[in-house]
């Protein structure tokens, strides 16, 4: 039995919200050789919730090549992926402010989902979960929209935004986990580290 996990994860948002659990996790990031971005290629007709799932199962499975690979000391291992979608279009990650533009022009004055999978592997066994949460934005004109995107803040977040962030004052209303919105589901999260052996 271990006292600490791997966070398979770059998300220091998603390094927070384990430490508020009370869990120490080392950081099993990938090293230069590896294309993680390759991991969150949309399949044609993908569902969002099978998505999401397949993506953060590609990386632990990553995660746990990279742990054998660089002889660490065995511990659970955590991946998470979190997708924003509405109906199933799927809104990952802006690839420029043009791009974080047109997405939150479509998300504004509507409800999304937001759905974040955690993956934990202890050992052989590997253990999964699932958070849905619906987010609705109030209207937001092209001059707000471009503001919000000049703050850099929606660079590197699916769906273009940081739900702690500045964005929150367009949102009003959030059915679901905060937490998992945020990145990662902590009720889900620590149901599947008590499972892996972890005492929380």
Do not use: W
């Amino acid at each position: 039995m271990t006292d600490f996990i791997y966070l398979a994860s770059q998300s220091p948002r998603r390094r927070q919200l384990l430490e508020q659990l009370g869990v120490e996790c080392r950081l099993l990031l990938p090293d230069a050789t590896e294309d993680s971005e390759a991991l969150e290629a949309v399949l044609a007709n993908e569902a969002p919730s099978t998505y999401v799932q397949r993506v953060t199962a590609l990386k632990l499975d990553a995660a746990m090549a990279r742990l054998k690979r660089r002889g660490l000391p065995s511990a659970p291992v955590l991946c998470s992926d979190t997708t924003v979608a509405k109906g199933r279009r799927i809104y990952g990650k802006p690839e420029d402010a043009a791009d974080a533009q047109r997405m939150l022009a479509e998300l504004a004055a509507s409800t999304h989902r937001v759905l974040t999978a955690v993956a934990v592997q202890s050992g052989r066994k590997r253990l999964q979960a699932l958070s849905v949460s619906r987010v609705t934005f109030a209207p937001m004109n092209r001059a707000q929209i471009a503001a919000y995107v000049a703050s850099g803040e929606p660079m590197g977040k699916a769906g273009a935004y940081a739900i702690q962030g500045r964005v929150a004052m367009f949102i009003s209303q959030i059915s679901g986990s905060y937490s998992g919105i945020m990145g990662l589901p902590l009720h889900e999260t620590a149901l599947l580290l008590r499972a892996a052996g972890l005492k929380i």
